[in-house]
């Protein structure tokens, strides 16, 4: 295969810049309009318990692989990197890593919202051009073995759950390019409806859920899984028991919500999910009919046990493994208490918790994760469980050291943010100074001091400003100590003080260039002169309050562990990116976390310019590692 024939009938795209104006804006409305929405899930057809079946797409010897990518259709460097990396066979220190016979994105599959366009731009086409590398890699490797071979030949399948970010166009989009069995190179879509079941091997099975935007199950999904654990289709013709165990796949990570919100609800919506799924109604108690001799039927009724194996997300922009341990008396069948925890449990006794949200989307700080996980507040609202880290990427210190980039790429990464504090200096200066035609000079029509009221208006509006985005954007404002609270009050009226004082320097400078020409001024070009004077100094003045605000944001972070999503997006760290290749066989589920530390940034500039020889090359030359040892857990 020719390098002319690798797919590029779409436009490579940029990571967004979070906090440019036109984001900011279509943000805000996209949240407003979404809010507004209907649940688009009850339009579905009936509920019956239907479900997935791969069982025929495990590999030779029985073992069946997921590559599990979540948060990803954001920037086109980090989107193709991990693309390319996760969708092939590799090898990984001494582990021998397949191509996943699924691959399942977790949430988020675009950003910053859903439209047929960024699927297609986003998503879906660098999902093409890494196909199309692969076979170029293929072709050239003549002499690779067949197992390569067979991985890249055979028929392979796509599933996903929607995030928040899907779901700001009512999941349209989403069911566009998920729901209506479609072919993207090797790859098919087969799913009809935003969650499900997924059979993939004899005994285990991969439950999507689909939370929405209010952190919600919809009654009918809850009834499908019910219906589903009771479905009279058995996979064991010898027993009058089965077992069934569980991945579950979920968008957003329910127990750190609740770390940085103890009000957060999500956590007990799941909660009760799994309690209701796992616990009080297990095990199921199936009626099944079986042929007989001479024509006969036997009935009989299944014991059919469900187990909780492993719980995947996304929705965090790093990866954090927790374990989930449940009070030993609870942990136990509703219907059969003699299967205590100790022999047959429906939730693993030490439950993973896996966060792998490094598909492509800018990275999340790690650097505050202990100690924010670690509060009383958390560990006082998780009934009778225990919840504990065990491991994150990045580490603290490779997290901490991108922090300082906020100051100054909020100008380098945002530029169009000036905006908004160009048209308040402009509002500011048209209500307290008198030089421009047409507008009245309010305080001196109302025979008020200026510097009462420019004080007000500078505190009042920087402080009212900030409070709102601390309090709309990072929950973990309301549980800070109080003289933290306190401290931040002081840092933020400092902050308003200094930005006024910006705005007067620019007025003393503008008074001192007027002073210099007679009044009244009816020369049109010093008229223009002057109004060239006002437009510079209000752009300069923009441009040092946009820069503390970067200031402000980087000091919020270090000093009161605010602002970690605004920090990082502002920056739009692309390192650190991760994803997991999962195998499964008769006894395990193995779940082996990638981490990508570092992306070449000139990708897409190939891409584009179509040198894809060299665009193939840095590809390739893209380093992978184990973020830790693989996960085990036992299927016995």
Known sequence: MAYDQIFNNYQSKKGVSWFSASILIQTLIDLYTSSKANDHREEDAPYEALYLDHLEDNYEDGSFWMDYISDTGDGFNETLSVLYKCLQDQKIQSHELRKGNIVFFGGDEVYPVASSENYANKLFGPLMTAQGLHKVTKTKNDTSDSKSSCAEDREHYIHAIPGNHDWYDGLFAFKEYFCTNRQYGSYFTGQSRSYGAIRLTKNVWLWMLDIQLAGNFNKDQIEYFKNFCNTKKTFNKHNNEEEWNVILGIAQPYWFQKSVD?????????????????????????????????????KYKLKRFIKLKLILTGDIHHYTRFNLKLNEKLNTYGSEKKFQATKNPPIDPHLNLITSGGGGAYSYPTHYLEDK????????KINNQSIHLVNYYPKAYESHQEMPTASYSIITENFSFILFPLLMNMLCWLLFYNY?????NVPVVLKINHFPLMLGFHVLGYYGFSYLLANALDKYFHYIPTYHKFSWNIMV???ALINMGIFLLGGYFQNAFISTFKYPINDLLIQFKIGILFSIIVFSCALINTILFGLYLYLCNSLFRLHDNEVFSISKVNKFKNYLKIKIDKDNITVFPIGIDHINNSLQKSFDNKIYDKLHKDLDQTKTKMIEEPIVISLR
């Open 262 to 298: 103890k009000e957060d609800k999500l956590f007990t919506v799941v909660d009760h999910f799994i309690s209701e799924l796992f616990i009080n109604n297990n095990p199921y108690l199936v009626n099944i009919e079986k042929p007989g001799k001479k024509g006969t039927k036997i």
């Open 436 to 440: 421009i035609p047409l507008f009245i």
């Open 493 to 495: 009226i400092l902050f």
């Open 373 to 380: 996980v670690n509060n009383r507040a958390f560990q006082s």
